[in-house]
């Protein structure tokens, strides 16, 4: 992956950038693409923005994750996404939600919310020392859940949950499957299909390369799009008229009250107006990019990252946080720990990003440690630089 580090104009502020976890970097294909948007748009040369940019962005993204472009949408960031899926679930009676104390918080405080004012119950599992056990699950599922909501991959040190054993554990007992999969996408392979994903929210702000965009998307499967129930739907919510959405606006008989046909696809959860074309050009723009390197290739590359970083780990006696030996369960993201306590390493932290090594430190629930998150434009020099500089300060 060596020749793709001129591709990230950004690299050049830093001696090592190890922060995708955080921020992704963007490479040059996609400032341009954003650049040739604009100066479209100020020349007035778009003809058909649904065919010029939003199909071809959700071609991108199918192909990357494994669904059919109608079961796909467009969100800002992960968040946004994220609400507007939890928001058109139908709740059970007396129904509870599962859902894991590593969360995100933006999405733990969602879920929260929402069971707050419906009266569901949330069970949270609890992780053990960084890792989840299927067990756990298992016990927690009844057939009065109507969700299992949770990240599958770990923000706080990269632990990958096992989505499709969960899955079938939710699905025996009539639950869905919601997952936030910032963490994942564009890092390591995932298939919704395989995987049995009932919906996906991906903000594009880190391994999707469209950091500071503002962009995302939504995955929904098109098993449960029909049962979908956003609180309000707007115009483009609805499918398009038969007579074309021309031909629609100019009749005069049209009743502005009366509902079209519903959506049988992921644009139910659309905006429902107006749409932030840029945002999908980005997006399509980066994801394109990721397509034509190939998911297997970067996740393959990510992962010998993460051997030497596990290797240099161990050797210097630190403790990984979360570890599990088996490399087809690994996320692009590490998090260590120095044993040293944690004042001293948010100093080491602090430290290096003035030295130009971005890493970030990063704890909940009683874990926390150095997060270090590589990504295509990253080598094992990188490793290399940071390791040092670790090795270096243990000094003093």
């Given amino acids: 992956m060596e020749k793709f580090k001129e591709d990230f104009p950004a690299l050049k502020k830093y001696a090592a950038y190890l922060n995708t976890a955080s921020e992704g970097l ?35 993204i199918s192909k990357l994750i494994g669904c059919s472009t109608e079961e796909v949408s467009f969100s800002i960031q992960t968040t946004d996404g994220f609400r507007r899926i939890l928001l ?44 989840y056990d299927l067990s756990d699950f298992e016990r927690a599922i009844d057939n009065n859940t109507y969700a299992v909501i949770l990240s599958s991959v770990i923000w ?22 919601i997952v936030d999969g910032v963490q994942h996408v564009g890092a390591v392979s995932i298939n919704v299909k395989k995987a049995e994903i009932d919906a996906m929210a991906v903000g594009g702000e880190k391994w999707l390369l469209n950091n500071t965009i503002g962009s995302g998307f939504i995955y ?15 115009l483009l ?3 398009e008229p038969e007579v074309g959405w021309s031909k629609w606006w100019t009749l005069i008989d049209k009743d502005p009250w009366k509902p079209l046909k519903n959506q049988r696809t992921a644009s139910k959860l659309d905006w429902g107006g107006g749409k932030p074309y840029i945002l999908m050009e980005a997006l399509r723009s980066a994801v394109e990019y990721i397509n034509s390197i190939g998911i297997e290739n970067i996740e393959n590359h990510n992962r010998r990252l993460k051997k030497k970083i596990v290797e240099r780990a161990l050797e210097a ?18 998090t260590i720990s120095t044993g040293r ?5 948010m100093k080491l932290v602090k430290e290096m990003r003035d030295e130009g090594i971005q890493v970030s430190y990063r704890g909940s629930t009683g874990i926390g440690g150095i997060r270090i998150s590589p990504h295509i434009y990253n080598d094992e020099n990188d490793i290399e630089i940071l390791f040092s500089k670790l090795k270096l300060k243990e000094k003093f």
Avoid: C
């Avoid at 006696?317 to 590490?334: C, H, M, N, R």
């Fill in 220 to 234: 929904v499967n098109k098993e449960i799009i029909e049962n979908l129930e956003p609180p309000a739907q707007t």
């Fill in 26 to 60: 963007t490479p040059k294909k996609v400032l341009e693409s954003i650049k040739e948007f604009i100066d479209k748009t100020g020349r007035n040369e778009w003809n058909e923005l649904t065919e010029e940019v939003e199909k071809p962005a959700k071609r991108e």
């Fill in 317 to 334: 006696g630190y403790k990984i946080i979360g570890y599990v030996e088996d490399e087809d369960s690994w996320s692009s993201i590490t």
């Fill in 88 to 131: 058109s679930i139908k709740p059970k009676k007396d129904g509870n939600i599962v859902g894991i104390d590593l969360e995100f918080p933006s999405i733990s405080l969602a879920i929260k919310s929402l069971s707050e004012k419906i009266g569901s119950e949330i069970r949270i599992i609890r992780h053990r020392n960084g890792k």
């Fill in 341 to 345: 306590g944690y004042d001293y390493e």
């Fill in 156 to 177: 706080v040190n990269g632990f990958m949950m096992p989505i499709r054993e969960i899955s079938r554990i939710a699905h025996e007992k009539g639950a869905l499957v």
């Fill in 237 to 239: 919510n609805y499918q």
